[in-house]
């Protein structure tokens, strides 16, 4: 049975992404807490329908790795989805708090995430296309679970033409236009995992900047770069032109600042940067990070992502086959981020 509107009661904001905010809501009728997103679609009804229509595949992902669905339904203009609450919330969020997580925990973070991948794909054929920290979720008991994959091709299709920004996780090829494929949620992966094992979005400093982004200091303390942003500059980017949102904090608030200097990039320059420049790599800096999660790192960020490994390969590699993390691991590491969380 779907979860109804009006059986939720909100119960406070979890966040606000792009083309979306997140709300703690209480289920009276199901006696639980749950997750309420609303999506702006800005499309006529009979698109919101379809989307409403496409959004019931999510009913059938059933994977420990995959957070829950419970429902959806149409509120004003926006498609409202129910899902499960994860009380540790998102991967950025936690490293925000808390810093860098340990390498052995975001090796556990990896195979969670390429495990969700491959369900996705293996079962559905569905690709995630937003592979980020703030779409990694967890929670107390020590699951790491991922969200917000693009099961609707209507939704896909109505948000990338109106509202939401390209993501600065994005491939190469797929800034440059190409169809996008298991390949790419790859290269997003190897981002996100640099930047929980480092506490810093890898194109942020330089690497030998003492400054870190995760470090739990308030955003007024840390380098006042704002992006010069241009909404009519012409991108380098074949096809269709992704809308720039200039409203997105996060790439506000990071300091995207390359090669020392204070040099800032704006986000069109990171995004060429992407294209252009070799690609991060896991650099060791207060941890010595083990040669197999380096190697790891370097497999999902090929540029071309022929030579790039699919998330079936990755799960046979040696860092994650070789991870001693336990289960009961994961959960000591769970209860010391809730402790932190606490006010
Ligand atoms: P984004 O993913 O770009 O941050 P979203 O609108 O998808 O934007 O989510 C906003 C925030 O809400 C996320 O960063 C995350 O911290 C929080 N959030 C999203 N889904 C859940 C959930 N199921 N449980 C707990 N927190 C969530
Ligand atoms: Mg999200």
Redesign the pocket.
């Known amino acids: 049975d779907m979860v109804k509107e009006e059986d939720l009661d909100v119960l406070s904001d979890?966040?606000?992404?792009?083309?979306?905010?997140?709300t703690?809501v209480w289920n009276k009728k199901r006696k639980s807490i749950m997750?309420k997103?609303l999506i702006l679609v800005d499309a006529k009804p009979a698109v919101r329908k379809q989307i409403l229509r496409e959004l019931q595949i999510m009913n059938d992902c059933a994977s420990p790795y995959i957070?829950s669905y419970y429902g959806c339904f149409p509120v004003d203009v926006h498609v409202g989805i129910v899902?499960?609450?994860?009380?540790l919330?998102?991967l950025?969020?936690i490293c925000r708090n808390t810093g860098a997580i340990p390498i052995d925990i975001v090796g556990k973070v990896a195979e969670s995430v390429l495990q969700g991948l491959v369900y996705l794909y293996d079962v559905h054929r569905i690709i995630h296309r937003?592979i980020?920290p703030?779409?990694i979720?967890a929670n107390s008991q020590g699951q790491i679970k991922i969200?917000?994959f693009g099961v609707s091709g209507e939704l896909i299709n109505s948000i990338a033409n109106t509202f939401v920004g390209t993501s600065t996780y994005m491939s190469p090829e797929r800034i440059q236009g190409a169809q996008y494929t298991i390949k790419s949620d790859v290269w997003s992966l190897g981002i996100s995992l640099v930047e929980l094992a480092q506490g810093r979005f890898p194109f942020a400093d330089p690497p030998d900047s003492d400054s870190e982004s995760c470090d739990g200091l308030d955003d007024d303390e840390r380098q006042p770069a704002e992006n010069t942003f241009d909404p009519d500059a012409t991108l380098p980017l074949s096809s269709q032109r992704p809308q720039l949102s200039p409203t997105t904090k996060?790439h506000r608030k990071r300091g995207v600042s390359l090669g020392g200097g204070g040099m800032t990039m704006s986000i069109l320059d990171l995004l060429q940067h992407i294209v252009n420049e070799p690609a991060p790599r896991l650099v060791s800096r207060r941890e010595q990070f083990p040669d197999s999660a380096v190697l790891f790192v370097d497999a999902c960020l090929y540029k071309d992502p022929a030579a790039r490994k699919s998330p079936q390969e990755l799960l046979e590699s040696d860092w994650i086959k070789n991870s001693k993390v336990t289960q009961a691991d994961l959960r000591s590491w769970a209860e010391g981020v809730a402790e932190a969380q606490k006010p």
């Open positions: 979890l966040g606000a992404g792009n083309g979306g905010t997140v703690k997750a997103k957070v899902m499960e609450y994860m009380d919330g998102s950025d969020y937003d980020k703030s779409n979720l969200c917000d996060r």
